[in-house]
């Protein structure tokens, strides 16, 4: 396993040079770069360029594309043009917000895709089935960032019952203790984790119900249901491994889905994450900041994809990764 984990870790080089050389010469191609934050109209032509010059924004493109992917290659990823803070930084304060919110998404739709498309299998054609079709298709329908809104539209700003924004609650968070943070945290995440992960839950339940549907229908099932074995035991042992590898394999193609969603839900919602940066960058043209955190997205990418691989082996013995 471990020359394979090897082989598809060389294998992502050429899809990160092709991620950053594709973002650079987008934000290239947008007008305007990094110095109209700090050039006016009214400055002078002599100022403005020792601006430009500062940031390097004077030279030709393929010599600063050159110093961009270099400087990259060493593990340095430059610093912000507009918060002048290393790159590497911004991405250690963001990244691990980030994380924790994809965690609770993906939580809940595994837990609850899975269970939903389960249930569905087992009660094929009867009321439950149609109904919770019926609402995993609706929820299925609706990007994952609206559906985020309306839970914070209904639990926050109409209930008030959770937090709208943020991370954490600005005044009361300092003065917890170790549980009471923890609960803090926990509140300020369940509107857009949960909401996100509905939207995914649904794809997992109509899926799964699908693959369960064929897995069950298997000579090797009938068979254990002949024996005598319990429910639990047919379904949880027998039967759901085997229907969970097409879920497994469909986990790592929708990562990147995960993380480009949470974009727009971390602006949403205030959550200083990775999304709020790139947004943020993005609007003030920071090439190195918007190189680097594509750079993370895309390794993200890959391990994901990684995982799912070896996650797929180890739920099913007959496959052996070479």
């Not at 389960?118 to 994952?144: C, E, F, G, N, T």
């Amino acid at each position: 396993m471990i020359p394979y984990i090897l082989r598809k870790l060389l294998l992502a080089l050429p899809l990160l040079w092709g991620v950053l050389t594709l973002t650079f010469f987008l934000i290239e191609l947008a007008p305007g770069d990094a110095s109209d934050a700090f050039i006016n109209p009214d400055m002078a032509p002599e100022t403005a360029a020792l601006v430009r010059e500062k940031w390097g924004l004077d030279r030709p493109v393929g010599e600063r594309y050159l110093l961009e992917l270099s400087t990259m290659a060493r593990g340095d990823f430059g610093r912000s043009l507009t918060q002048e803070r290393p790159v590497m930084a911004l991405i250690a304060e963001t990244l691990p917000n980030t994380l924790q919110l994809s965690a609770v998404t993906l939580l809940t739709a595994q837990l609850v895709g899975l269970s939903v498309g389960i249930l569905k299998a087992l009660r094929q054609h009867s009321r439950l089935d149609a109904a919770l079709s019926v609402a995993s298709l609706a929820l299925y329908s609706l990007p994952a960032f609206w559906l985020a809104l309306m839970l914070q539209l209904i639990f926050s700003l109409h209930w008030n019952l959770l937090p709208a924004t943020g991370m954490t609650d600005p005044v009361t968070y300092d003065y917890l203790g170790a549980f009471g943070q923890i609960e803090d945290r926990f509140a300020h995440l369940l509107l857009p984790g949960v909401g996100m992960g509905m939207a995914g839950a649904a794809a997992d339940a109509r899926l799964m119900r699908s693959s369960m549907l064929e897995v069950i229908r298997q000579d090797y099932i009938r068979t254990a249901w002949a024996k005598g074995l319990s429910g639990w035991r047919v379904i949880g042992k027998h039967a759901l491994r085997n229907a969970l590898l097409p879920v497994i394999t469909v986990l790592g193609l929708n990562l990147p889905v995960l993380f480009s969603g949470s974009v727009l839900v971390e602006y949403a919602f205030g959550w200083p994450g990775m999304g709020r940066l790139i947004v943020t960058a993005i609007e003030q043209q920071d090439t190195p900041v918007i190189l680097g955190c594509f750079f993370v997205y895309t390794l993200l990418v890959v391990l994901g994809n990684l995982l799912a691989d070896v996650g797929y082996a180890l739920v099913d013995p007959r496959i052996r990764l070479a």
